[in-house]
């Protein structure tokens, strides 16, 4: 089981970034994909969920209107479209996907937003 983010990196306030994960060991289709982030000293926040077979998304607060999760699940890869970035929104930024009792993380990619 794997599953690997890329897309992070270093962004101007008000930029945006597109961030991919993309599957492989399990039946991507099948499960439930979510991202969370951690800052420096701050608690792990969940900020995107999106579902299996209905593709339902939902949003933290903070990120809602700004960010949108969706999945290919021909090409078992998630994104998370991150739009009208804020200094707030740095972070490593990590995928993960659970079904059941499967609860399986990337290795994260981090995202800086500043000028």
């Known amino acids: 089981v794997q599953l690997v983010e890329s897309g992070g990196g270093l962004v101007q306030p008000g930029g945006s970034l597109r961030l991919s994960c993309v599957a492989s060991g399990f039946t991507f289709s099948r499960y439930r994909m979510r991202w969370y982030r951690q800052a420096p000293g701050e608690e792990r926040e969940l900020v995107a969920h999106i579902g299996g077979d209905n593709g339902r998304t939902s949003y933290a607060d903070s990120v809602k209107g700004r960010f949108t999760v969706f999945r290919d699940n021909a090409k078992n890869t998630v994104y998370l479209q991150m739009n009208s970035l804020k200094p707030e929104d740095t972070a490593v930024y990590y995928c993960?996907?659970?079904?059941?009792?499967?609860?399986?993380w990337g290795q994260g990619t981090q995202v800086t937003v500043s000028s």
């Open positions: 993960t996907a659970w079904w059941l009792s499967d609860d399986y």
